[in-house]
């Protein structure tokens, strides 16, 4: 069992940077892949990035080069920093875990309870 919690969320300006944080439970961390998925209101969540157990990362096109996963699998964190945002960025965003290697939201087998991530125009 895999027992996430997100941390991090707020409101920034248009330009700025957060740095989300997801701390897990359980000593085998560095067995599962974790992503960060993103909700907005009327949309589908989507995949945003991506790592797995042994550092291999993916990213979505839309935060490539402004987007930063990582995890401590020491510590049992992932993270996601997130610089030069936009209003488009604006969503719930949520830290997932996964025995694999996927982008569908529906294969991760636990998750997190969401952050906001609010960008101001």
């Known amino acids: 069992q895999v027992q996430l919690v997100e941390s991090g969320g707020g409101l920034v300006q248009a330009g700025g940077s957060l740095r989300l944080s997801c701390a897990a439970s359980g000593r085998t961390f560095n067995t599962y892949a974790m992503g960060w998925f993103r909700q907005a209101p009327g949309k589908e969540r989507e995949f945003v990035a991506r790592?797995?157990?042994?550092?291999?990362?993916d990213y979505t096109d839309s935060v490539k080069g402004r987007f930063t996963i990582s995890r401590d699998n020491a510590r049992n964190m992932v993270y996601l920093q997130m610089n030069s945002l936009k209003s488009e960025d604006t969503a719930v965003y949520y830290c997932a875990a996964v025995r694999g290697w996927t982008t569908y939201a529906g294969a991760y087998e636990y998750w997190g309870q969401g952050t906001q991530v609010t960008v101001s125009s």
């Open positions: 790592i797995s157990g042994g550092g291999i990362i």
